[in-house]
């Protein structure tokens, strides 16, 4: 049974076009969700860490909000550089880390 | 600069070998993972450890086995009894294992030939 689910496994974006990316999860106790940024060929990047319903988070072109059922990593004006895998991960209580297979973003100029 | 450093980047492997990916951080963490990365799948947690000579199974543990000696330095090695080693590895450490966001290293690639 998933326990985190990523949608859509690839996007693909016009620079400036605005868009969501949404993570499903199933866990119960929760302690933490968290989104990453890879970049082909090399490890995944810390973003954000969100800990409870309502919260959001924001870093320049990246907004990410959360759910008793989802998160969305919202990104606003893309640019061409934002163009990565997006990993989301859910972490419950006494579990370990549960990693999505990410969502492919890519953002054409 | 702080971060976890992966040795090596690119590596193959004979059948019937053992071979040994290195990982070392100096960023005074507490906790250390081990994940795998395959194609169209999410990261697969092989081993962790939680403080110096304690380490704890995963979802995917078999045919690899690990060591903590040190704080800074945590190896994995895949034994030929892992079938299909094939794959993308990350070696990844968090202050404490619960709560905290994790620092991946820039992986190894490991080729079966």
């Known amino acids: 049974e998933d326990q985190v689910t990523q949608s859509p496994e690839a996007l693909r974006l016009q620079e400036g076009e605005s868009s969501s990316l949404n993570c499903s999860y199933t866990?119960?106790?929760?302690?933490?969700l968290f989104w990453y940024r890879q970049d082909p060929g090399k490890g995944p990047e810390f973003l954000f860490t969100l800990y409870s319903a309502g919260e959001e988070k924001e870093k320049e072109r990246l907004k990410a909000t959360l759910t008793k059922k989802e998160s969305f990593l919202h990104i606003t004006a893309p640019k061409p550089e934002d163009s990565a895998t997006y990993l989301c991960a859910v972490q419950a209580e006494w579990d370990d880390m549960r990693f999505g297979a990410g969502t492919r973003l890519t953002v054409k100029p | 600069d702080g971060g976890i450093t992966q040795s090596p980047k690119y590596l193959f492997r004979k059948e019937g070998q053992n071979v040994t990916l290195s990982c070392e951080q100096n960023l005074n963490h507490d906790a250390m993972y081990w994940y795998r990365q395959d194609p169209g799948q999410g990261l697969r947690l092989i081993y962790y450890s939680q403080i110096v000579n304690d380490f704890q199974k995963g979802d995917i543990a078999e045919g690899y086995s690990v060591s903590r000696e040190k704080k800074e330095s945590f190896p994995l090695t895949v034994t030929s009894a892992q079938k299909n080693p094939t794959a993308f590895y990350l070696c990844?450490?968090?202050?404490?294992?619960?709560?905290?966001?994790?620092?991946f290293g820039s992986g190894t690639r490991l080729t079966v030939v």
């Open positions: 866990v119960s106790g929760l302690r933490g």
């Open positions: 990844a450490s968090s202050i404490g294992r619960e709560r905290y966001g994790y620092t």
